[in-house]
């Protein structure tokens, strides 16, 4: 039996290519070249593709789905799949499976790493080293993290990891979600503004999407005040870009770390070259385990689904929707 066709629509890692060639024929779309080249290629294999690869930053339009009429499953390399429209998925019967669990720890350390970066400017400190003013001048003094308060903004999976790691750290953490979590352990927040006022560092790890989208905007950015620091590796859109950016201009915060932008890989030039912003390029997972593990879910995804099984990770809009 002839091989299902996958298209995909994301950089994929050697290995996960590997794993899916093992299966199924894949069409790189993503490395198809210019707009043209993408809808010329798009348009050959649509009569064929069953199923679609994607990734976390991935921003799909309804009609660069149904450009593909055969299509049954999207699988998404990550556990944010805010840039895919559920909406259109469910009315198309198409399932859409993530990667939640296997990237909790690598996430939660690349929010701790930039809490310790941007409180104590290693970042500043090392350029410091590098450019020969140790000697002539003393690096200035920075702030503890630890006694202090991490305000976690979506304790979920990743959040609660990211709160255990603090907690190590000895800081205290409070949070803040639509529901309070009867089993967790930390001073729940019903009001965000509240939260931000309490607390020495944010960290924002909600999903993305037009529910959360500008979550974290001037009003809260105030509350945290001058003394606070704000940690992103949710999405771009859940903070208020330009209010940032005002933010760190007027020193209204203490500093920021960002692994996730509005218009990524665009960073907003105000944000650089500055002692209190740490900037990374959508990396909080990735590294040579997380990705593979990733891969292997997400690869698993297609593998059940081509063989009339169940998937193991189907998007929680889509219960009940779609058979899993
Ligand atoms: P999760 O388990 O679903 O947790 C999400 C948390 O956000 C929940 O605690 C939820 O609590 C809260 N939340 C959802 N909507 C909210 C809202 N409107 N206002 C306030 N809180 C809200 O998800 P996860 O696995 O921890 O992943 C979280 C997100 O991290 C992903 O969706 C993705 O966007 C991001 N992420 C980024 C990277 C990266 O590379 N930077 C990597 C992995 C994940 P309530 O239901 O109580 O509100
Ligand atoms: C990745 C992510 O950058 O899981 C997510 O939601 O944003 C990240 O893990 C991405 O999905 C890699 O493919």
Redesign the pocket.
């Known amino acids: 039996m002839s091989q299902p066709e996958l298209v995909a629509v994301a950089p994929l890692a050697p290995f996960f290519a590997e794993r899916l060639r093992q299966h199924f024929i894949v069409h790189d779309l993503h490395g198809a070249g210019d707009a043209e080249a993408k809808a010329a290629l798009a348009a050959r294999i649509a009569p064929r593709t069953r199923g679609m690869v994607a990734f ?1 930053g991935s921003k799909l339009k309804p009609e660069q789905i149904r450009v593909f009429p055969h299509l049954e499953i999207i699988s998404v390399l ?3 799949y ?1 840039g895919v429209p559920i909406d259109c998925c469910a009315e198309a019967r198409i399932k859409v499976t993530h990667t ?2 296997v ?2 720890d690598e ?1 939660a350390d ?1 929010a701790v790493a930039l809490t310790l970066m941007v409180c104590r400017r290693f970042v500043a400190a090392h350029r410091f080293v590098e450019a020969g003013q140790w000697g002539p001048g003393q690096f200035p003094l920075t702030r503890s993290i630890w006694g202090k308060t991490a305000g976690i ?7 609660r990891e990211i709160a255990a790691r603090l907690i190590a750290h000895r800081m205290q953490v409070a949070y ?4 309070r ?1 009867p089993d967790a352990p930390y001073r729940y927040y019903d009001d ?1 503004h509240a939260l931000a006022r309490d607390s020495d560092v944010l960290i924002v ?4 999407g037009a ?2 989208r500008h ?1 974290i905007d001037a009003t809260v950015l105030n509350e945290l005040g001058p003394e606070g620091s704000l940690i992103n ?3 771009g859109s859940v903070v208020d870009e330009q209010a940032l950016v005002r933010a760190i201009e007027t020193n209204a915060i203490a500093g920021a770390g960002l ?2 932008f509005a218009a990524e890989p665009t960073v907003p030039a105000a944000l650089m070259n500055r002692p209190n912003v740490v900037l990374l390029p ?5 590294t040579v385990e997380t990705r593979q593990a990733m891969a292997a879910l997400a690869a698993d995804n297609l593998v059940l689904h081509f063989s009339g099984q169940p998937v193991k990770t189907l998007v929680p809009e889509l219960r009940g929707v779609v058979a899993p």
């Open positions: 976390g990550g556990v944010g805010d939640p669990d990237l909790n996430v690349t903004v979506g304790l979920g999976r990743i959040g803040h979600g639509r529901h979590q965000l790890v909600t999903p993305g529910a959360t979550l590796v949710a999405r692994d996730v959508h990396v909080a997972s990735a």
